[in-house]
C-alpha cells in the first residue's frame, strides 16, 4: 500500500481538525517561514486598544488600506469583504458591545458623512489594482487626516509582487506610506497604529519571493514605532490556496479571494489584532492618556464634587489628554485633590 501525499494527509487532518483550530496548524512542508517574519502585534496596538474603548461614548474609526483584496474583490457582498469581518470583530471588543453592526463606508463615503453616533466605523481606502507606491495616495492621506483614525491596516504587495518590483524597493515604498500618515497624523488627538499584512501569495509568485516580501514588511514594523506586522500568507500556504486550493480560497482567476478566503483572511488578522488588544479586563483598564484615570472612566464622566440633591451631570474629560481643561495639572490630579478636572480655575 502506498503513502497518501503529503497534501491528502494534510487536508484529511484539517478536515478533522477543523479550520479554526488548524491556526496552529505545522506549516505544508516545504514551506519554510522566515524566523522574523512571525506576526508582532503587542502594545503598539495601544491607540486601537483605546480607539475600541473609546468607541463606547465616541465614534472612532479603523482605516483599510491596499489594493483589490482590501476593497473587496472576490466577496460576493461588501459584509463577506475581510475588511468588515475584521470591522465586526473589533467593535466586538467594545466593553458592554451590542450586537449592532459595525459599519464599513468607504474613505469618500466616510469623509462626507458626519458622524455623531458613538461605535467603531470601518474604512475602506482600497484601489485595485494598487501598488505599494500607490495605495496611499495624497487624496488617501488627506482624506485619513480628515477623520484621523486610531489605526491604519495595510494590506499591499500582492501587485508588486506580480510586477517584479526589488523586495527592497517593496519595502521602502511600505515605509514611506507609514511616514506619509505618520507626518499627517501630527495635530491629530492621537498617533494612529499601523498594522502591516503580507496576504495570500499568488501564484504567478514563488513561495521564498513571497517569504522575501513577507521578511520584508516584518522588518518595516520592526523598526517602527507603532507598526505591528500580521503573516496571514502562512495559512494560506497550509492550505496551499495558491496551489490545488481545496478550500477554494482563491477564485476562479485565481487572484482574487473567495469569500473563504476573506474569512480566512479576516480570521488571521482579528486573531492576531485581538491578542494585540489584550484581554477584555485590560481593556477595561486602560489609561491611554497615563493621567490616572481609565479610559472608560473619562468617557463616561466622573461624578461632580459638592453636588448634591440637585441635577448634576457627570465631568467629561479627553481620555486621549491628560489635562483636559489645560491649567496645568493631570485630571487624575485634580480629582484626586477634589477640583474640576474640566474647569481651569479649578486646579491644586
Ligand atoms: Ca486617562
Ligand atoms: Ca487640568
Redesign the pocket.
Known amino acids: 500500500m502506498s503513502t497518501p501525499p503529503a497534501a491528502v494527509v494534510l487536508r484529511l487532518r484539517l478536515v478533522g481538525a477543523g479550520i479554526l483550530l488548524a491556526t496552529t496548524a505545522a506549516v505544508a512542508p516545504g514551506i519554510v517561514a522566515p524566523a522574523h517574519a512571525r506576526s508582532t502585534v503587542d502594545r503598539e496596538l495601544d491607540s486601537l486598544a483605546s480607539g475600541v474603548v473609546r468607541s463606547v461614548g465616541e465614534p472612532v474609526d479603523v482605516a483599510f488600506l491596499g489594493s483589490s483584496t482590501t476593497y473587496g474583490a472576490g466577496a460576493t457582498s461588501a459584509g463577506n469583504r475581510f475588511t468588515d469581518l475584521v470591522t465586526a470583530r473589533l467593535a466586538a471588543r467594545r466593553p458592554g458591545a451590542d450586537a449592532s453592526r459595525a459599519k464599513v463606508l468607504t474613505l469618500d463615503e466616510a469623509t462626507k458623512t458626519p458622524v455623531s453616533r458613538a461605535g467603531l466605523r470601518g474604512v475602506n481606502a482600497g484601489q485595485p489594482g494598487a501598488t505599494a507606491t500607490t495605495y496611499a495616495s495624497d487624496l488617501t492621506v488627506y482624506g485619513l487626516g480628515l477623520l484621523q483614525p486610531a489605526c491604519v491596516v495595510h494590506t499591499v504587495g500582492s501587485n508588486d509582487a506580480v510586477g517584479g518590483v526589488p523586495v527592497h524597493e517593496y519595502a521602502s515604498a511600505v515605509r514611506a506610506a507609514v511616514r506619509r500618515i505618520n507626518r499627517a497624523a501630527r495635530g491629530w488627538r492621537d498617533a494612529p497604529c499601523h498594522v502591516l499584512v503580507h496576504t495570500a501569495r499568488r501564484h504567478q509568485v514563488s513561495v521564498e519571493r513571497w517569504a522575501e516580501y513577507g521578511g520584508a514588511l516584518a522588518g518595516v514594523a520592526e523598526a517602527m514605532d507603532r507598526v505591528s506586522f500580521v503573516d496571514a500568507s502562512l495559512r494560506f500556504e497550509v492550505f496551499d490556496a495558491a496551489g490545488s486550493d481545496p478550500f477554494d480560497l482563491m477564485g476562479a482567476d485565481r487572484t482574487h479571494l473567495t469569500d473563504a478566503g476573506h474569512a480566512l483572511l479576516a480570521d488571521v488578522v482579528a486573531d492576531a489584532l485581538g491578542r494585540g488588544l489584550g484581554s477584555d479586563r485590560r481593556l477595561r483598564r486602560l489609561d491611554h492618556d497615563r493621567d490616572g484615570l481609565r479610559d472608560l472612566r473619562e468617557l463616561r464622566g466622573l461624578p461632580r464634587p459638592h453636588c448634591l440633591n440637585r441635577p448634576c451631570p457627570p465631568i467629561r474629560t479627553d481620555p486621549l489628554l491628560r ?9 487624575g490630579r ?1 480629582v484626586r485633590t477634589g477640583h474640576d ?1 474640566a474647569r481651569a480655575s479649578s ?1 491644586p
Open positions: 489635562d483636559t481643561d489645560g491649567d496645568g495639572a493631570s485630571d485634580e478636572p486646579h
